[in-house]
Each structure stands twice: as C-alpha cells, then as structure tokens.
C-alpha cells in the first residue's frame, strides 16, 4: 500500500462518518476521529506501506500496575471479541488500543466495516472488559 491509498481509504472511511472536510493523513501520515465514546487512530508507515488503524481502549496517567496489560492479553486469549483488532499498548502515549494493521488496499466499504468493528470493540473494552481485568488484577479494598 502506500500513501494515496491509505489515503484515499481513510478520507472514505472519514465521509461515511459525517466528517466530509477531513483531510484524512496528515503529511506525517497520521489521523484521527473521535465519535461518541471511540477514538480511532490511523498511521501511515512508509517503510512497510501498512496502515495501522487503533481503537483506544484506555489512557493510563502512569504506566498500568502490574498484571492489567496481561490481563487484558488474558481477554483476548479468551476470546472476547476484538472487532478485528489485537490488544496494543502504546508505551509512549500510555495508552491501551485494539489495533489493526492493513498492509494491503481492502475494497473502501470493508474497510469501513472493519475500522467500525474495531471502535465498537474498543467501546466495550473501555468499559465492562476493563472493569472485569481491574476486578481481578486490582485488589479490593476492605
């Protein structure tokens, strides 16, 4: 893939959420939409012509205690559905995503669907997938 068509696949995907003067990229190969509850991230790389497409689960403030990122590996295992995605963690930004990575131009409606499945994904695991990982890794008070 490379840049127009990833290009072109996130303006589509961008207009078929109401966002009709979104540029898509950036020049730097990044993008973004927040709707509703999710947030998704696409990034161009240029080196391996992929689109890596995130759905943010969570934004930890520091890094996650011990035990929360495997059990959030534990979820996926287990197969709670990840609309596509795989479970990410971010060092950098702190942040947890479903994740998936496009390395070849899909037709534009199922990429739609796809990236869809993923923010709805990450909604649930924003949610009821996270309160059942910190149930079990957090201790309760007494």
């Not at 996130?10 to 009709?20: H, N, Y």
């Not at 020049?27 to 689109?51: H, I, M, N, R, T």
Request: glycine content about 10%; proline content about 5%; aromatic content about 10%.
């Amino acid at each position: 893939m490379n840049i127009e068509e990833a290009q072109r696949l996130v303006q589509s995907f961008m207009r078929a959420q109401g966002e009709q003067n979104s540029p898509g990229l950036n020049p730097q190969g990044f993008g973004g939409l927040a709707k509703g509850a999710a947030q998704v991230y696409f990034e161009f790389v240029q080196d391996s012509g992929e689109l890596k497409c995130s759905a943010l689960i969570y934004r930890f403030r520091d890094a996650p205690r011990p035990g929360v990122l495997d059990g959030f590996r534990a979820e996926e295992k287990a197969g709670t559905d990840t609309g596509g995605g795989a479970v990410d963690y971010e060092q950098e930004s702190k942040s947890l995503f479903l994740s998936r990575t496009y390395t070849t131009v899909p037709p534009e409606q199922s990429f739609a669907i796809g990236v869809q499945k993923l923010m709805d994904a990450s909604v649930i695991w924003g949610d009821s997938v996270f309160e059942r990982v910190a149930a079990k890794v957090i201790p309760a008070k007494k």
